[in-house]
């Protein structure tokens, strides 16, 4: 494990990796075998990503039977060096059991590569969960199209909503209802396709005082920095969590609906997490199958970093530790050293994964396959 971190989490080339990884006497292997063991990791890698999410209290709701619930996002990755390559990665998970069932490799620049649902895979019965990025009518009629669903925060600039009779909805003057936090509405609507009418729901729940706040600062600082003038609308509608959703009003409430978004948000912080991960590195472009070990093991880095701040954020910044440095205790069936700091009295420490940092608890997890295991594969 301690070599493929080398190359999933300090972004280091498999010619690289097999270098340091040598050096430090972690390993003798070939860059050819590396990424062998790196593609028979895959599983390996998603099962420690659902043990860290589920010992962070992430509660995934079973989804009814039949259906497919996917969670969509994309992040950009640039490769080491003056001359790297811009790559954005288009993945999602299927959830309860975070198996990454898409990812598509496209450039940054040019048609058809930006943030879109027709960048995926719809078949029936899936129910795609996205960020406002990916709320465009043309995205929306690619799932609606194949017989998919679609639950997606709102972008009201980008997404036009309309009632049965053809007029634009107004949605300020019915959000206005919702006046205590907690407090949820819904709104039939259409959005207008290219080639059809599609219609949905606007579910919307009022944020506290305290989220509304912290939500119009970041707004002022954003518009500060741009050089930008805030509307007033923008911050009213700062004040909600508003999301389109073709799901099945039978089968999924309002607060249902919001329910299976916060999922989404649950996970956004190993999300971008991840992204901050993956935006240097060296992306294995040969096969799928080592591209998807590749992003299970930002994922899983990403989860191990947040645990291993939540660990110590808990901890005393005065008082001797209960766990002494260079102890090792488990986080996801993996046994972990924290390495001592020579900040000793910050509140918020910090967490660096090195080499020698994380090794297998080996009493009762799951292991990748031996070189003998992996020799001829």
Not at 133 to 149: D, F, Q, S, T
Not at 239 to 248: A, M, P
Not at 313 to 341: D, I, K, M, W
């Given at each position: 494990?301690?070599?493929?971190?080398?190359?999933?989490?300090?972004?280091?080339?498999?010619?690289?990796?097999?270098?340091?990884?040598?050096?430090?006497?972690?390993?003798?292997?070939?860059?050819?075998?590396?990424?062998?063991?790196?593609?028979?990791?895959?599983?390996?890698?998603?099962?420690?990503?659902?043990?860290?999410?589920?010992?962070?209290g992430i509660a995934m709701p079973q989804p009814p039977s039949q259906l497919r619930f996917r969670l969509v996002d994309s992040t950009i990755i640039k490769e080491p060096g003056k001359t790297g390559s811009l790559w954005r990665v288009h993945y999602s998970f299927c959830v309860p059991g975070l198996?990454?069932?898409?990812f598509t490799l496209t450039p940054t620049k040019g048609v058809g590569t930006g943030d879109s649902l027709t960048q995926?895979?719809?078949?029936?019965?899936?129910?795609?969960?996205?960020?406002?990025?990916?709320?465009?009518?043309?995205?929306?009629?690619?799932?609606?199209?194949?017989?998919?669903?679609?639950?997606?925060?709102?972008?009201?600039?980008?997404?036009?909503?309309?009632?049965?009779?053809?007029?634009?909805?107004?949605?300020?003057?019915?959000l206005q209802v919702l006046r205590r936090a907690g407090q949820i509405g819904e709104w039939q609507v259409s959005v207008q396709g290219e080639t059809r009418l599609i219609t949905g729901r606007v579910c919307a729940i009022r944020k506290t005082e305290e989220a509304i706040t912290r939500a119009h600062k970041q707004l002022r600082r954003n518009a500060s920095r741009d050089g930008e003038v805030l509307q007033p609308e923008?911050?009213?509608?700062?004040?909600?969590?508003?999301?389109?959703?073709?799901?099945?009003?039978?089968?999924?409430?309002?607060?249902?609906?919001?329910?299976?978004?916060?999922?989404?948000w649950q996970v956004e912080l190993a999300f971008k997490r991840l992204k901050s991960l993956a935006q240097l590195g060296h992306l294995p472009k040969a096969d799928e199958q080592s591209a998807r070990a590749w992003l299970y093991g930002k994922?899983?880095?990403?989860?191990?970093?947040?645990?291993?701040?939540?660990?110590?954020?808990?901890?005393?910044?005065?008082?001797?530790?209960?766990?002494?440095?260079?102890?090792?205790?488990?986080?996801?069936?993996?046994?972990?050293?924290?390495?001592?700091?020579?900040?000793?009295?910050?509140?918020?420490?910090?967490?660096?994964?090195r080499a020698g940092c994380v090794a297998p608890d080996l009493s009762g997890a799951s292991r990748a396959p031996t070189p003998t295991q992996t020799a001829g594969a």
């Open positions: 494990m301690r070599t493929l971190l080398l190359h999933v989490a300090r972004g280091y080339s498999l010619r690289e990796t097999v270098v340091h990884a040598r050096l430090a006497r972690l390993a003798r292997v070939s860059d050819v075998a590396l990424l062998k063991r790196l593609r028979s990791a895959e599983e390996w890698f998603r099962t420690l990503c659902v043990a860290l999410l589920q010992e962070q198996r990454c069932d898409a995926f895979t719809i078949t029936p019965g899936d129910h795609l969960i996205a960020d406002r990025g990916y709320c465009h009518a043309k995205g929306i009629e690619h799932v609606v199209g194949k017989r998919g669903e679609i639950l997606v925060r709102l972008n009201t600039a980008a997404l036009p909503l309309f009632t049965a009779q053809g007029r634009r909805v107004p949605l300020l003057r019915r923008t911050l009213e509608y700062a004040k909600y969590v508003i999301v389109f959703t073709t799901f099945v009003p039978l089968t999924f409430s309002a607060a249902r609906i919001l329910q299976w978004y916060r999922v989404r994922l899983f880095v990403a989860l191990l970093t947040e645990q291993l701040i939540r660990h110590g954020q808990a901890l005393s910044p005065y008082e001797p530790s209960h766990t002494a440095e260079g102890t090792p205790f488990s986080l996801a069936r993996v046994c972990v050293c924290l390495t001592p700091n020579s900040a000793c009295h910050r509140t918020r420490p910090d967490v660096a994964l």
